[in-house]
């Protein structure tokens, strides 16, 4: 596939209202849901220079990590969510489905960051 040919599968996508709110929605929510925690998280670890990173009700805290390990922590599942959606865009005009169904894998990964990254700060606290 040329990068012409994947200019225009982006093109062609992006003419779908669905997939073209939903990728903005969803990287609206995922930057601003990642900044605030991330900000938070700053503010927390700071004292320490550590970040709890891991708790169980039966153990109770089992992973702390070092504060530039956060970094790591926050761009990881931003770059895989980003990636998802590009692909959408890229395989839609083949297979429209395929397209759906990433955005919707998307999306749902955002849900399920939100609720790490609010667990992660509530854990902080």
Known sequence: MTWDERRFNIRFAWENPFLRWMSIVVCALLLIISIFATVRLVQLGLPSGFIVTHYTVYLGIDQMLPLPWLAA???????????????????????????????????????????????LVKINT
């Open 73 to 119: 922590l926050v761009c990881v599942p931003i770059i895989l969510i980003f990636g998802t959606i590009a692909l959408s865009f890229v395989l839609f005009r083949q297979d429209s489905l395929a397209g759906y169904a990433l955005i919707t894998l998307a999306a749902i990964s955002t849900i399920i960051w939100s609720l790490q990254l609010y667990h």
